[in-house]
């Protein structure tokens, strides 16, 4: 437990001092960097303690005489509440502060009565704690450890921004903490606490350029998330005063009676649909892109998407085959297609990522909402390999923004002789997000089989044409880094060495998962999932996997020897490219000039057209705007999901409050 009170109350005594050191200097540059690394180191010996000495501090916690605690909690919660209202005001967006207000004012009066006082647990430690842990204190903190030079740069590019470097840094050190309360609390009201905390933050994060477009980005943000946050609220009315529970360990006991728990079950689904910005709430995400690119990575690897998932996948249990269930995994199998279609339309790299996000982020959600143990088991799989590869391709997208002064993958052409150091991150990057046996291709292949076992075809073809097109995209990507114009020559690396002390060990840590994830599922996804669903794992899943599960903790998503013998193969050819691309830019006399319906003026450059006029080469990938371009499906997809969760919100409410 003194391990766990650190890892939550630490970032915030950083954040306290970050906020005074308002200058640019070695001092603040060490507290960060010294911060992140406690952070890492902390969170890495708290998962490893509990997993290899027989789980020293996992099980639950309750602390007593916490009055003073709910009290000052609450005073926090009021303050969060002025500060939105002092905000709203000045900006006349006076529309959030009646959903802040519904919010807050409910946990004001539960405190002040005394009925959310609880006699169960405060705090959880599980394995699947422990995966979260990990994911937000070795991500989020090399996120923060990343943030000290790009804003350095930032600022540098961005004179006509306010530098306040300082209140940004410790900003996402409050991210950190809140992570780590959100995802260690069993009690409601304490996960509403930091739930809170996260929405208000990526909201002044996103804002943090004051211009128009980001004043009007954050807000919409902030307005979804308060919106979802109402739904938990809801939750929280009724699991008190109706079902007379206070934790979300309690409300999973009710996998046996799941009428009575379908109302708060929708109303936490609803929330955490809003946090992990599936439609028709998505634009929060895209919105988010005006932020610097810390502020990405963090929303959208390892802080406030995350919490989401990490909800549904807890919910997950008492999901199945209910209104509930159908509603999120609906919500999430259309999400992953239709954003996947919508990156491929697109050419800003931070866009591509978001949409990659939102995208990956609903096959995670559908699988949490079909309620089987194997599907879970990939929605996890999929959370730890997304958070590693994701956070990495953003601070590459980042620090090629801050050398470049562009960000749009067509600028990106030539990338491996121009910036070949960033040109081999991204392409880890890329591979890890779509070439088997990389880690997400892995999880998908096991979403498939949890789908097919499912019955549900529309999730099949989801997950199929859904991947299909993230290929597309990705590859799209990959092509430009890889297409070399004769004469192409070495650019300054001018990226700080704290964000190649980030980027690095993160490249490193997402080919190490393809090679040891049957450990990470051996001894923390199974053993989850075997707690989570004992007693139920014969109606949940195929009864061979039920087998599996029971009888010892062998991955239970069936793949066999020939699969990782081909795995294998694959995983060699894919490290021959990195390897030959030194070789390749060596040998010049490889390259061959380009056809370009004319005859070449000699440099690869430009050709003669058949006026004999010079004309410049361009090189251009096709994005099918004209197609399904956002202009095309991107209203009608938030339409159609709109009115698809209204209708299920309907059934879900009706049938939990009065069946």
Not at 295 to 308: D, R
Not at 400 to 421: A, F, L, Q, W
Request: hydrophobic share 55%; charged share 10%.
């Amino acid at each position: 437990m003194p391990v766990l009170a650190f890892l939550i109350l630490f970032p915030f005594a950083i954040a306290f001092i970050l906020f005074f050191l308002k200058k640019d200097s070695k001092g603040r540059s060490f507290v960060v960097i010294s911060g992140g690394l406690a952070e890492l180191a902390g969170s890495v010996l708290f998962a490893a303690d509990n997993l290899m000495n027989h789980d020293m501090e996992m099980g639950t916690y309750y602390l007593k005489e916490t009055h003073m605690t709910d009290m000052f909690i609450a005073a926090l919660e009021l303050c969060l509440m002025l500060l939105v209202i002092f905000l709203s005001v000045k900006y006349k967006k006076y529309y959030v502060i009646l959903l802040s207000a519904l919010g807050t004012l409910p946990v004001l009066y539960m405190d002040i009565s005394g009925a959310a006082e609880t006699t169960a647990s405060h705090f959880k430690v599980d394995h699947l704690t422990l995966i979260m842990v990990l994911v937000v204190g070795v991500v989020g903190s090399l996120i923060c450890i990343y943030a000290v030079g790009y804003i350095r740069d930032y600022h540098h590019h961005h004179t006509e921004f306010t530098d306040r470097s300082g209140y940004f840094l410790s900003l996402l050190f409050v991210f950190l903490g809140a992570m780590m309360g959100l995802i260690s609390s069993d009690n409601l009201m304490w996960m509403y606490f930091f739930w809170e905390i996260t929405s208000v933050c990526s909201f002044l994060l996103i804002g943090y350029s004051r211009t128009a477009e980001a004043v009007n980005n954050s807000f919409r943000a902030l307005w979804m998330n308060l919106l979802g946050g109402c739904g938990f609220m809801a939750a929280i009315v009724f699991c008190i005063y109706v079902m007379e529970i206070t934790n979300i360990s309690q409300l999973l006991l009710f996998t046996t009676m799941p009428v009575l728990a379908i109302f708060p079950v929708a109303m936490l689904s609803f929330a955490a649909l809003t946090k992990s910005a599936q439609m028709p709430f998505s634009r929060w995400l895209l919105g988010a892109m005006v932020a610097p690119t810390p502020t990405s990575a963090l929303l959208h690897s390892a802080t406030m998407v995350k919490a989401g998932v990490y909800l549904l996948l807890r919910l997950s249990p008492v999901m199945y085959e209910t209104y509930v269930g159908t509603m999120v995994t609906a919500i999430g199998g259309f999400t992953f297609f239709a954003a996947s279609l919508l990156a491929i339309t697109v050419s800003d790299g931070k866009k591509v990522l978001a949409y990659s996000t939102i995208s990956n982020l609903g096959l995670i959600t559908a699988a949490a909402g079909c309620g089987m143990a194997e599907a879970v088991w990939a929605g996890i799989m999929l959370l730890i390999f997304h958070a590693v590869t994701k956070s990495m391709m953003f601070m590459s997208v980042g620090a090629y923004e801050n050398s470049t002064g562009s960000r749009d993958v067509e600028d990106m052409h030539g990338m491996i002789v121009r910036y070949p150091k960033l040109a081999f991150v991204m392409t880890i990057g890329i591979f890890g997000m779509s070439v088997v046996p990389m880690g997400m291709c892995v999880a998908k292949w096991a979403a498939l089989k949890a789908f097919i076992d499912t019955g549900n075809i529309y999730l099949i073809l989801f997950l199929c044409f859904g991947s299909a097109s993230t290929l597309f995209y990705w590859i799209k990507w990959l092509g430009k880094i890889f297409s070399v114009s004769k004469g192409s020559k070495r650019h300054e690396d001018t990226v700080h060495g704290s964000e190649w002390v980030a980027i690095y060990p993160l490249s490193a840590i997402a080919v190490i998962l393809c090679l040891v994830y049957p450990f990470i599922s051996r001894f923390s996804v199974t053993p989850y999932i075997q707690n989570a669903f004992s007693g139920s794992l014969n109606r949940l899943v195929s009864a061979a996997t039920a087998d599996s599960l029971l009888g010892s903790t062998d991955n239970i998503v069936a793949i066999s020897t020939e699969d990782f013998v081909i795995m294998g193969v694959m995983l060699i050819c894919m490290c021959i490219l990195p390897l030959a691309m030194k070789y390749v830019n060596s040998v010049q006399e490889r390259r061959v000039m380009s056809y370009m319906s004319g005859f070449n003026t000699g440099d690869d450059r430009s050709f003669y057209d058949s006026f004999g006029n010079e004309r410049g080469q361009y090189l251009s990938n096709w994005y099918m705007n004209d197609i399904f371009g956002e202009k095309k499906i991107l209203a009608a997809c938030l339409m159609i999901t709109a009115a698809f969760l209204v209708v299920m919100m309907g059934i879900c409410t009706m049938g939990g409050l009065f069946l």
